[in-house]
């Protein structure tokens, strides 16, 4: 039996799990390191989980534009703080383009639901 949990915050429980997994993606050293990638496993295997119980009520369209958007923007934060990667100016207007798009959607669409 599910719980319930209001959409977006399950939406917004999905994104951070899978940003975690995707941390524990780069840890695992290529599944080379067992507790990163055991970890990686139940990160993405819990985003998932959360993301179905957001789409009882977002659209999927929506659902998964802000999944993957926000997921985008936020590893691409951890991968500049955690792992020291190093984003052109070309990578940040992209991440700036993905912002705003979920900021559209989410502002301005009918389509989403709040």
Do not use: C
């Not at 994104?15 to 975690?20: A, D, F, G, K, P």
């Not at 295997?45 to 997921?71: C, D, E, H, K, N």
């Amino acid at each position: 039996m599910a719980i319930w949990i209001p959409p977006y915050v399950a939406l917004a429980v999905a994104i951070m799990l899978e940003v975690t997994g995707t941390a524990f993606l780069q840890k695992s050293e290529q599944f080379t390191r067992l507790m990163p990638t055991i970890l990686m496993a139940l990160a993405y295997g819990l985003s998932f989980y959360f993301l179905t119980l957001a789409l009882r009520a977002i659209p999927l369209g929506v659902a998964y534009a802000m999944w993957a958007g926000l997921g985008i923007v936020l590893v691409a934060l951890i991968g500049l703080v955690l792992f020291g990667q190093k984003l052109d100016l070309a990578a940040i207007s992209g991440v700036g383009l993905i912002v705003a798009g979920v900021v559209v959607m989410n502002t301005l669409s009918n389509t989403a639901t709040h």
